[in-house]
């Protein structure tokens, strides 16, 4: 993420590489969700003992929270090439899945059922990434 920061080149590269494809393939994994959903204790259906169930569900919310962090790094500058990465970004990147995301974060975060600071952290990432993506739309639309 620190090589894409300020480097319009670097930028476009990693868009090039078509990470928005892996970001989406993480946004829509049935895997990742099931771990999302587990409920940390010993009288569940699964075979995870309470803090491995927390610990697997850390490690998904910080691959998420990564997932965030890049598509705003790939957002940062305000030239003419970051302005058709974002447009490009946006024509790629899962919305709507960002968005369930978004929200099934913010509910763990209400229900306090998992108590890390990381899970506010990836739900503002997250909404921050899907603001920044429906600006350029907004403005794609109304210009």
């Known amino acids: 993420m620190e090589l894409a920061q300020g480097c319009p080149e670097n930028q476009r590269c990693i868009f090039?590489?078509?990470?928005?494809?892996?970001?989406?393939?993480?946004?829509?994994?049935?895997?990742?969700?099931?771990?999302?959903?587990m409920v940390p204790d010993?009288?569940?259906?699964h075979d995870m003992k309470p803090d491995d169930v927390k610990a697997a569900q850390e490690k998904v919310a910080h691959l998420l929270l990564a997932c965030g962090n890049l598509v705003l790094s790939m957002m940062e500058n305000s030239d003419?090439?970051?302005?058709?990465?974002?447009?490009?970004?946006e024509d790629t990147l899962d919305i709507k899945r960002v968005f369930e995301t978004l929200y099934r974060y913010g509910h763990f975060?209400?229900?306090?059922?998992?108590?890390?600071?990381?899970?506010?952290?990836?739900?503002?990432?997250?909404?921050?990434?899907?603001s920044t993506c429906l600006m350029h739309r907004i403005k794609k639309s109304s210009g």
């Not at 990470?19 to 959903?37: G, K, Q, Y």
């Not at 010993?42 to 259906?45: C, G, I, M, T, W």
């Not at 975060?109 to 899907?130: E, I, K």
């Open 16 to 37: 090039d590489a078509r990470v928005t494809d892996d970001i989406n393939a993480f946004l829509r994994s049935p895997e990742l969700r099931l771990i999302e959903a």
């Open 42 to 45: 010993e009288q569940a259906e």
């Open 80 to 89: 003419e090439e970051t302005r058709e990465t974002a447009k490009e970004i």
């Open 109 to 130: 975060q209400v229900g306090a059922s998992m108590g890390c600071l990381s899970l506010w952290t990836v739900s503002m990432l997250l909404y921050f990434t899907s």
